[in-house]
Nanobody, 121 residues
């Protein structure tokens, strides 16, 4: 009923930039929180950044000052601008959204399929 489709991952040199996008589609009534998580090989999935519908943001300490999360509510899309990338940012990045479906009274969690970001040092 809902799909989160990510794009924008790839290979970049340290110090470079990438911009991730994630668009939600389907029988959507409203989207509350949207965000990005990442999982590096052998590590647990961790929060990168989240943004509420009112544009309140929260970032992991490791990305503060380098990454910027934003969203376009009209397009059901969240973005992650990643600057000054480091080798330790290498991971699969997952889009997450808390969505209330049409004809539903409670929100649920949805995840994208993930997009690989590789930073070469």
């Amino acid at each position: 009923q809902v799909q989160l489709v990510e794009s924008g991952g790839g290979l970049v040199q340290a110090g470079g930039s990438l911009r991730l996008s994630c668009t939600a589609s389907g029988s959507i009534f409203s989207i509350n929180v949207m965000g990005w998580y990442r999982q590096a090989p052998g590590k647990q999935r961790e929060l990168v950044a989240v943004i509420t519908r009112a544009d309140i943001t929260n970032y992991a300490d490791s990305v503060k000052g380098r990454f910027t999360i934003s969203r376009d509510n009209a397009k059901n899309t969240v973005y992650l601008q990643m600057n000054n990338l480091k080798a330790e940012d290498t991971a699969v990045y997952y889009c997450h959204a808390v969505i209330t479906l049409l004809h539903s009274t409670s929100p649920n969690d949805y995840w994208g399929q993930g997009t690989q970001v590789t930073v070469s040092s």
